[in-house]
Nanobody, 125 residues
Framework: DVQLVESGGGSVQPGGSLKLSCAAS????????MGWFRQAPGKEREAVAA????????YYLDSVKGRFAISRDNAVNTLYLQMNSLKPEDTAIYYC???????????????????WGQGTQVTVS
């Protein structure tokens, strides 16, 4: 089993920055895709950024390109999302997810059905 714990959310003013962390533990050997998703009130959950261990460029939601950056530190099994130039429309609960999926699916921002964290609130106002 895999456990994911997010941290780093909070409230910031527009233009501010936050860095989310997702600490992963458990049986990670089959996991090859990790990503960040978000869900705003009344909206569907959407993929924000994702990266595959097989290489290829990370996936980014169009509206966050150039502002957000996903990264992973394998030494500590932690996934990060650096969020800069935050906008009110970035307000949502942000979730970390992990799964074993094809590279093209991960790099295309496909919905991950494997493991999910509990989410962390990001509020920009």
């Amino acid at each position: 089993d895999v456990q994911l714990v997010e941290s780093g959310g909070g409230s910031v003013q527009p233009g501010g920055s936050l860095k989310l962390s997702c600490a992963a533990s458990g049986y990670m050997y089959n996991i090859n895709c990790m990503g960040w998703f978000r869900q705003a009130p009344g909206k569907e959950r959407e993929a924000v950024a994702a990266m595959h261990t097989g290489g290829s460029s990370p996936y980014y939601l169009d509206s966050v390109k150039g502002r957000f950056a996903i990264s992973r530190d394998n030494a500590v099994n932690t996934l990060y999302l650096q969020m800069n130039s935050l906008k009110p429309e970035d307000t949502a609960i942000y979730y970390c997810a992990a799964d074993s999926v094809p590279l093209t699916y991960c790099s295309g921002g496909g919905y991950l059905r494997g493991y999910w964290g509990q989410g962390t609130q990001v509020t920009v106002s």
